[in-house]
């Protein structure tokens, strides 16, 4: 199972700031947290990672609470092509198995509205 | 342009039959893993890759096989013996364990 929760839908107004919340309250010392969103028929696309620190790139923000216990990924100017499902992952480094799987919970299915 | 290519798009298999889903990638990456996805749900892992003519068993490997005889290569065979074959499959790579997986656009397996 998921060691993540996140609510199912969230919509946002084109030009705002989407902020997407996830707790993992079960979190290890050694799990990172991890952000990839699916488009419908695509595969899931990579967009952020970290462990302890708040992180930004080119496509978006994460800010993880100081217990580690919840994370948000902010994207800071939504268009209508940020639509899609978006999962929050907590794994080790690894590759497989007990480590390092990705396990996609449900995730929250964004819908960015003109 | 760097990247994942899995081929084809769509694939049809008849019963009893063994078919092959190809994923190449240019990114130099030494891991490489195949995912199953269901409608509706997330991503079961298959089989991965640490390194060529190395691979390991996921949490679903039974009735698939694959290969890794270049770095470049991992292909999945979906043997007959897999009983519900119809899914969407995805591949992806990392340059290692500890690095994001990047993902193709997969191959949606369906049964005739």
């Known amino acids: 199972d998921a060691k993540t929760t996140q609510p199912t839908s969230m919509d946002c107004a084109e030009g705002r700031a989407a902020n997407l919340p996830c707790n993992h309250s079960t979190i290890s010392g050694n799990e990172y947290v991890y952000w990839y969103r699916q488009i419908h028929s695509q595969g899931p696309q990579y967009i952020i990672h970290g462990l302890k620190n708040n992180e930004t790139n080119e496509m978006a923000s994460l800010i993880i609470t100081e217990d580690r216990k919840s994370s948000t990924l902010i994207l800071p100017h939504a268009t209508l092509r940020d639509t899609a499902v978006y999962y929050c992952?907590?794994?080790?480094?690894?590759?497989?198995?007990?480590?390092?799987?990705?396990?996609f919970g449900k995730g929250t299915k964004l819908s960015v509205k003109p | 342009d760097g990247g994942i290519t899995q081929s084809p798009k769509y694939l049809f298999r008849k019963e009893g039959q063994n078919v092959t889903l190809s994923c190449e990638q240019n990114?130099?990456?030494?891991?490489m893993y195949w995912y199953r996805q269901d409608p509706g749900q997330g991503l079961r892992l298959i089989y991965y890759?640490?390194?060529?003519?190395?691979?390991q068993k996921g949490d679903i490997a039974e009735g698939y096989s694959v290969s890794r005889e270049k770095k470049e290569s991992f292909p999945l065979t979906v043997t007959s013996a897999q009983k519900n074959p119809t899914a969407f499959y995805l591949c992806?790579?990392?340059?290692?364990?500890?690095?994001?997986?990047?993902f193709g656009d997969g191959t949606r397996l369906s049964i005739l």
């Open positions: 890759s640490q390194i060529v003519n190395d691979f």
């Open positions: 992952i907590v794994r080790v480094g690894g590759y497989g198995g007990s480590q390092g799987n990705l396990i």
């Open positions: 990114l130099n990456h030494d891991a």
């Open positions: 992806a790579s990392s340059k290692s364990g500890n690095q994001p997986q990047h």
